[in-house]
């Protein structure tokens, strides 16, 4: 369904940020990419969805192709209305607006009757039975995992082929993090809509996708099935903190240098 193939990304004609990453999604799928802050992971995604020219991005050279269509070339409310839409990090929503007002707000760009967006409303209740029980709370004042349900609802209210899931676990308690990964495997089995989760949190999202790629610096340095990637030695030392016997380690013994060098060398 989607194929990025070899791409650079440069910010303000200036700053290379991607260095030939390519990396597929297919239909139906679930696929992680994973890597530590400022590994290249968000401007992947904004490379994607069109965001990167809010922000004087570029995709200098590659290609990004949606279904067989090229789609670097266009604006980002093309790029939704082709199917792909993205849960951008941080939980942005219109916190004066109610639950059920946000919700609505994913439709505005379709030309759905009203029974279909009751519909629709209904279907992410479905996935969020505690959005039901806020639907009329303002927004602004509900706890960080239930603005996080928000988003994702409101964006599957776009009915997306893929959507892109940009960091869903940061700021939750542990708890709300497993409750939000079940429902996100959920939707991803019951709906068949397509997902590129980005996630630092190594161990859920091996757990919840069927692949996955790992983005260092801006490259791609691994990548493989999510079970294959869960035994090899680096990815259980530097982003599970595991030994080579399975004891836990301390992050700051993790010689970072020496295992990207080994990767991309």
Known sequence: MLKVNNIEVVYSD????????SLEVPDGQMVSLLGANGAGKSTTLKAISGLLRTQEGEVTRGSIEFDGQRIDNLTPDEIVRLGIVQVIEGRPLFQHLTVEENLRTGALFRSASSKEIAQDIERVYHFFP????????????????EQQMIVIGRALMAKPKLMLLDEPSLGLAPM????????????NEESGVSILLVEQNANIALKTAGYAYVMESGRIVLDGSSAQLSQNADIKEFYLGLTSVGERKS??????????????G
């Open 176 to 187: 709300l993090v497993q409750d939000i990964f079940g429902i996100i495997k959920q939707i």
């Open 251 to 264: 992050y700051r013994d993790v010689k970072h240098y020496k295992r990207r060098k080994r990767w991309i």
């Open 130 to 145: 505690r959005l039901r029980d806020f639907r009329t709370r303002t927004s602004g004042y509900l706890s960080g995992g």
């Open 14 to 21: 200036v700053i290379l940020v991607l260095r030939g990453v």
